[in-house]
């Protein structure tokens, strides 16, 4: 799996040279390699715990691994699928799951899931590559005008969200130009790709450099210096949506034709060496890479919006662009292994990346330790605490109100189910965690758009 080495991207005329390739995470794969990424050395002693304090509070025993859990907050639902996970044949060392932990379909969120010579689809999820950028502005709380209803609307007006995409006029062509090549090849492989998104050619293209739905978000934050801060949250959109079910469907069917008997048909996984493995990987990586480039469209898209809105100002070098929901080839323990992270980020000695709470709770900037016992990993947000329909059943619309107190945002019903409430709290996630991660920055939102 040793791909060509990368070059250096070249920023566009009048692109913000903050969030460049060469300041931000760079783009994880090219062309049908996923990125390598050597990590942890095996310990002197085989099993020998390397960090003396450990903030592992609970194991899980009985499957082929252990499952070590970073949190005493494990509903049992999600107990369960981390033991289904560590019971099959392909799974190395150990699952590690973050603090943020809590039930998704198949593989947990909040997991970090180490596999030898095969890869789960359904644990790297259908939206492939969601993550987060980041940005510090040179402005500061003082300079915003007391209302932020005109800047929430700058937005909403600048990046589609929900379900709208941009026009044909206002298509991120540029943007789609590297990627339009590898995703023909993907497709010509596997047609059925295409038919399960309406006007696929163009569709992929309009919603380049547009927000979705349910959890994703853009915000304007201000630190503990009360510097302003954009932060967004999105994915691949509804390409890798398309991808993600379509070799989901494939993994099981495979599973089925060699009689594999699984505890979760979501756990089907497919085979290094084999065809369908060898298109996933083009897949997945071209995925994650639009993830990746659809950020930072939008970031350009919103710094354009606040510079018509704001004082003038500059982005500085502090930007970060990072998945959370994502698979690369890495070397732990002395083996190379593909480490698929359902909700948690990369956190390596030095490397810096978001953490962000509810929409009414504070969010973080951290730069991570290197810590081997979660793969170099750490939580991705707050996790849900309930699901969206508990939410809407438990909470109302005064809650809403209520929780996002000066908060410039939607409080409608409409985003009920994003409540503060229905999320676990922050800081404790963030207190389970000071053994995986140092906290940089702290920042609370004072805009928040939602799909």
């Given amino acids: 799996m040793d791909g060509p080495?990368?070059?250096?991207?070249?920023?566009?005329?009048?692109?913000?040279?903050a969030i460049t390739a060469e300041i931000c995470n760079s783009s994880i794969s090219q062309d049908n390699y996923l990125q390598q990424d050597v990590t942890v050395a095996?310990?002197?002693?085989?099993?020998?715990?390397?960090?003396?304090?450990?903030?592992?509070?609970?194991?899980?025993?009985?499957?082929?691994?252990?499952?070590?859990?970073?949190?005493?907050?494990?509903?049992?639902?999600?107990?369960?699928?981390?033991?289904?996970?560590?019971?099959?044949?392909?799974?190395?060392?150990?699952?590690?799951?973050?603090?943020d932990v809590h039930a998704g379909i198949g593989a947990t969120v909040g997991s970090v899931i180490p596999t030898r010579g095969a890869i789960?689809?359904?644990?790297?999820?259908?939206?492939?590559?969601?993550?987060?950028?980041?940005?510090?502005?040179?402005?500061?709380?003082?300079?915003?005008?007391?209302?932020?209803?005109?800047v929430r609307t700058a937005i909403e007006r600048a990046v589609p969200v929900g379900f709208d995409e941009h026009?044909?006029?206002?298509?991120?062509?540029d943007a789609c130009g590297p990627l339009a090549r590898r995703v023909a090849e993907i497709v010509r492989k596997h047609p059925k790709i295409a038919t399960m998104q309406r006007d696929h050619e163009k569709k992929w293209v309009r919603q380049m450099g547009s927000l979705g739905g349910g959890n994703?978000?853009?915000?304007?934050?201000?630190?503990?210096?009360?510097?302003?801060?954009?932060?967004?949250?999105?994915?691949?959109r509804g390409i890798g949506n398309c991808i993600g079910r379509y070799f989901i469907a494939a993994a099981r069917e495979e599973a089925q034709k060699?009689?594999?008997?699984?505890?979760?048909?979501?756990?089907?996984?497919?085979?290094?060496?084999?065809?369908?493995f060898e298109d996933y990987v083009e897949a997945v990586g071209w995925a994650q890479d639009y993830a990746f480039a659809n950020r930072r469209e939008m970031m350009n898209l919103v710094l354009g919006a606040l510079r018509r809105e704001l004082p003038e100002f500059e982005a500085t070098n502090e930007a970060i662009?990072?998945?959370?929901?994502?698979?690369?080839?890495?070397?732990?323990?002395?083996?190379?292994?593909?480490?698929?992270?359902?909700?948690?980020?990369?956190?390596?000695?030095?490397?810096?990346?978001?953490?962000?709470?509810?929409?009414?709770?504070?969010?973080?900037?951290?730069?991570?330790?290197?810590?081997?016992?979660?793969?170099?990993?750490?939580?991705?947000?707050?996790?849900?605490?309930?699901?969206?329909?508990?939410?809407?059943?438990?909470?109302?619309?005064?809650?809403?109100?209520?929780?996002?107190?000066?908060?410039?945002?939607?409080?409608?019903?409409?985003?009920?189910?994003?409540?503060?409430?229905?999320?676990?709290?922050?800081?404790?996630?963030?207190?389970?965690?000071t053994d995986l991660v140092d906290i940089v920055h702290t920042l609370k939102q004072v805009v928040c758009v939602k799909g």
Wanted: charged share 25%.
């Fill in 5 to 17: 080495k990368r070059s250096k991207r070249v920023p566009r005329e009048g692109e913000p040279r």
């Fill in 42 to 99: 095996w310990p002197a002693a085989p099993g020998k715990i390397t960090f003396s304090t450990m903030p592992i509070k609970q194991i899980i025993e009985g499957g082929r691994v252990p499952v070590k859990i970073f949190t005493d907050d494990v509903e049992a639902h999600a107990r369960q699928q981390l033991a289904n996970v560590a019971q099959l044949p392909i799974v190395f060392g150990h699952v590690a799951a973050m603090p």
């Fill in 120 to 150: 789960i689809p359904a644990a790297v999820g259908v939206d492939i590559g969601c993550g987060m950028n980041a940005v510090r502005l040179s402005l500061k709380a003082e300079q915003l005008p007391d209302s932020l209803a005109r």
């Fill in 167 to 173: 026009r044909e006029a206002g298509a991120r062509r």
């Fill in 216 to 236: 994703h978000f853009i915000e304007l934050c201000l630190d503990e210096r009360e510097h302003l801060w954009v932060m967004l949250h999105s994915g691949s």
């Fill in 258 to 276: 060699r009689d594999v008997h699984l505890p979760d048909r979501d756990l089907a996984w497919l085979s290094e060496g084999s065809k369908l």
């Fill in 321 to 433: 662009n990072c998945h959370h929901n994502y698979v690369q080839q890495e070397k732990h323990f002395g083996e190379r292994v593909y480490v698929t992270r359902k909700g948690a980020i990369s956190a390596r000695e030095g490397e810096l990346g978001i953490i962000p709470g509810s929409m009414g709770a504070r969010s973080y900037i951290v730069r991570g330790k290197g810590n081997p016992e979660s793969f170099c990993s750490c939580a991705h947000g707050a996790g849900r605490r309930m699901s969206r329909s508990e939410a809407k059943r438990r909470f109302s619309r005064a809650d809403l109100v209520s929780q996002t107190q000066g908060v410039e945002c939607r409080k409608d019903k409409g985003v009920l189910d994003e409540i503060p409430g229905a999320y676990k709290d922050i800081e404790q996630v963030m207190a389970d965690q």
